[in-house]
C-alpha cells in the first residue's frame, strides 16, 4: 500500500489486516529508503548499521541473517511477515519508485488524501509548523508515485481516496479485496475492538475547509494547486497567492521554530542539543544513544 504519512494508512491497514486471508505489518519503509534512484543496494554493512537505529524495523522483531546480502535479507524479512499463505499487503509512505528494484513483480494499493488535511495532520505531528510546508511531505510522496506509475500496467496498481473509504467503507473494501483476488469479509470492519481507533468518521474528511483561513488555503493551492487537479480533488476557489520575499521568510522561520519547539518539548533540552551536537560534528555512538532514547520517548506517543 503506497500513500503519504497521515493519509489514513494506519486506518486501511487494521482493516486489511482483519480480512482472514490478507496479513499486514504495517509500516516496512525500512526495505526500501536505502536503495538509491538508480537501483543501486546499500553495502550490508551499511544495512545493517541503518536497521540498528530505525524504530520501526526494530518493533516489528525480524531475525536478522548476517550472513544474506541486501535483496536476500529482504526477501527473508518479507517471508517473515507471510502467514499461512494469505495475501501480504505492506505499507510504505515514500520512495515508491524504488520499490520495483527489490520486489520487480509487486502490485500497489495507491491510497491519496487531500494534501491540505495530509499538511494539517503533519502539523500536529510536529513536522511542519504551517500548511505551506506541511504540504511538502504529500508533495514528494506523490511525484515519487507519479514516477512509479508510469512503470506500471494498469492490472499492477487500484487508486482510492481516503475520502471514498470513509463516505462508504464497505464500497471501498470491496474494490480493494476484487483487486487483491478475495471476497470482502465483514471481519475488517471489526477492527475498533482491538485498535484504539474508532469505526470510520465521514467528519474527518476535507477538515481543512473550516481548519485553514482563506489566504493559508491561497498559498497552499499557488504550491500544489496542479496536482490537486490532476488527482480529482476540489479547489478552495480563492484565487492562489505566491508569497513573496519576505513572506517566504516568515514562513519557513515559523516552521522551523514550530519543528524545534515541538522536539524540545518532546525531547527535553539536554537530549536535543546533545542529538544537533552529534549530528553536526559526525559523532556516531553518541548520535546512536541519542536516537535510541529518542526512539523509547516516540513509542509513548504512537496511537
Known sequence: MAGTVRSGSTF???MLNSHPGITNPGECDFLFDVVDDEGR???IDAYHHFLSTNRIFLAKHLNVDPGLPYPVLVSS???QFGQDH???V???HRHFHRVPYVLPDARYIHLLRDPRDVARSCMGMGWAGNVYYGVDIWIDAERSWDKLKQTLRDD???EIKYEELLEDVEVGLGRICRFLGLAYSSQMLDYAKSSTYDKPDKSLSYQWKKKFSQHELALVEDKV?????ARGYELSGYTPVKPGLIERLALNYENRKYRVRHQLKRYGIRLYVMNRIANKFGLRSMR???IARMNKIDLNYLK
Open 86 to 88: 494469505s495475501k501480504l
Open 288 to 290: 546512536e544513544a541519542c
Open 41 to 43: 543496494y546499500p553495502s
Open 156 to 158: 499492477q496498481y487500484l
Open 12 to 14: 486501511l491497514r487494521l
Open 90 to 92: 505492506m505499507n510504505i
Open 77 to 79: 524479512f518479507i517471508e
Open 225 to 229: 494547486g496542479d496536482l490537486l487537479v
